[in-house]
């Protein structure tokens, strides 16, 4: 299996390694919802702190919508534009360096910082569980980020292999505990109508949900990340359809299932605040047992969701060196193992060293932060793809339906999102502008002299419409 | 008992950094620049096109 094919090239020409192509739709599924299910685990419960638990639910439908769009919109992109780097090689194709340069960058970030979110959960988790005094989470950040960055350095299939293992073993902790509450029958373990009443529901009204935006998207955060593994599918016209549209669907069931749930067992007051609403809804049935399994569901979301991101950002720092946008040297695939090895290992240090130094908070903020640049990013690429590449002028994996629809609900739902980040972080999201500011400006006057210009547009497609 | 696991962490994080730092090392020795570099985006698709099955 991981014997290299190098591809014969010219006469006298090196063997050459790229990644190795033998992922399938589950593999796609279990990057997606890998990276994702940690959000229900933890963070989207914040929203019901800024608005209630009504909130919380209303933001879960808008930003389901939201990131239906985003999977829709990524699914007939990437199936035409299947690289590894994903929606970085979509904006170098569609929109032009400097944007992919800085999707680059919004996804590296988005995952490093999410990646570094998980370590600090589940380190955080097993020393809450372990309540030994003098016992810190930093070993089992540093085990947790570790394991991971070895486990890919080792090898894309089994990554995924293990992914999936782990993500349906965390997935199927929410559906026991939803099934053991009875929820068919409200009153006997769940208490859905006493503490979500009209007096408590929306507490500061309806500013009070376009805030609670903020943190619903960490129900949904990151299931784009199944385009990294274009690259690395057998066929990517059909496998990245599927498995985003599968992990999407998923998601919007674990969603609810984790809204009804915990807010039916918690007060909205302790839901807003706690780190760990499932694992605390599950204390709250009183059974060892579902305690037990959800302690376990919310380690392992983690250990998913830093695979997923650690397998992402990779991608996306090897794609940026491929095409000279970075030094080469980052662009280095293992001969034996087929993996962006370089780009692993030069990560692996800036992870641990945030997960050391930042919290979760922040940590959190500038992933969301990262994430709603990308999908503004998104929604204009799709109206550029259709406008320059219409609909029967290229081959797509998918065609997406109800153009431009999608596209526009997309946008309107990142700028509400981009509303609610200012009104809690606004210092955050104007220091994270400048610094893209700085860095495009970096990029456009000094390392874009190194980049083949030529070379970095690799589609067989014919020119664009009105070029 | 959770100190001591702790430590085990550490020392298995430890390791397993070491090892991929010394294949990192050693891959770098046995194999040239060029071709540890000489993936193409799109070269796989365009390869896997171009397959055919033998009969």
């Avoid at chain 1, 190098?6 to 990644?19: F, N, P, Q």
């Avoid at chain 1, 807003?272 to 009183?286: E, H, N, R």
Wanted: glycine share 8%.
């Amino acid at each position: 299996m991981t014997t290299a094919t190098a591809t014969a090239g010219e006469k006298g020409a090196a063997k050459r390694v790229s990644l190795l192509r033998v992922l399938g739709p589950g593999h796609v599924w279990a990057l997606g919802v890998g990276i994702v299910l940690v959000g229900e685990f933890t963070g989207w419960n914040f929203a019901a702190d800024k608005g209630g638990a009504l909130a919380a639910l209303i933001t879960c439908w808008f930003v389901g919508l939201l990131y239906t769009s985003v999977a829709m919109i990524d699914s007939e992109v990437t199936s035409t534009v299947a690289a590894a780097g994903g929606q970085y090689a979509q904006a170098k194709h569609i929109v032009g360096p400097l944007m992919a340069f800085n999707v680059a960058l919004f996804l590296v970030f988005a995952y490093t910082m999410l990646e570094v979110s998980d370590a600090i959960l589940a380190g955080d988790t097993i020393v809450a569980r372990a309540a030994t005094e003098g016992l810190t989470h930093n070993s089992f950040i540093a085990l947790c980020i570790v394991v991971l960055a070895f486990l890919n350095y080792r090898g894309v299939l089994v990554t995924l292999n293990v992914n999936f293992v782990v993500t349906a073993l965390a997935y199927a902790s929410i559906v026991i505990l939803f099934f053991s509450v009875q929820p068919w029958s409200q009153g006997t373990v769940l208490r859905l109508g006493e503490l979500v009443n009209a007096q408590n529901s929306l507490p500061y009204g309806w500013i009070g949900v376009i805030a609670s935006f903020q943190f619903a998207i960490w129900y949904y955060l990151g299931i784009e990340g199944t385009t990294q593994a274009a690259e690395e599918v057998r066929s990517p016209a059909r496998s990245l359809p599927y498995g985003t549209m599968a992990g999407m669907i998923t998601l919007l069931i674990a969603a609810a299932l984790t809204w009804y749930v915990c807010a039916s067992l918690l007060p909205w007051q302790y839901l807003g605040i706690t780190i760990y609403p499932l694992w605390d809804a599950a204390k709250m049935t009183g059974s060892p047992i579902l305690d037990f399994l959800l302690f376990w569901g919310t380690i392992l979301s983690a250990i998913a969701s830093a695979n997923g991101c650690i397998n992402d950002a990779a991608r996306a720092w090897f794609s940026l060196g491929r095409d000279r946008y970075l030094p080469t040297w980052f662009s280095a695939v293992h001969p034996k193992y087929r993996t962006p090895y370089r780009s692993i290992l030069f990560l692996l240090p800036i992870a641990l060293a945030f997960a050391f130094i930042a919290d979760l908070n922040q940590a959190i903020t500038f992933s969301i932060l990262s994430g709603v640049l990308h999908y503004t990013f998104m929604s204009i690429n799709i109206i550029m793809f259709r406008r320059k590449w219409p609909v029967g002028s290229i081959r797509r994996g998918y065609t997406h339906p109800f153009h431009p629809i999608p596209a526009l609900t997309l946008f309107v739902l990142c700028a509400i999102t981009f509303f609610a980040i200012f009104l809690g972080y606004g210092s955050q999201l104007s220091a994270m502008v400048i610094f893209y500011v700085i860095v495009s400006l970096w990029f456009h006057f000094y390392r874009y002299q190194y980049v083949r210009r030529g070379d970095q547009f690799t589609m067989p497609w014919p020119k664009p419409q009105g070029y | 008992m959770w100190i001591t696991i702790s430590y085990i962490c550490w020392a298995l994080s430890a390791a397993l950094a070491a090892w991929m730092l010394w294949d990192w090392f050693k891959t770098d020795s046995e194999f040239s620049e060029e071709v540890l570099i000489s993936s193409r985006e799109g070269e796989i698709e365009a390869v896997s096109e171009k397959h055919q099955l033998k009969s």
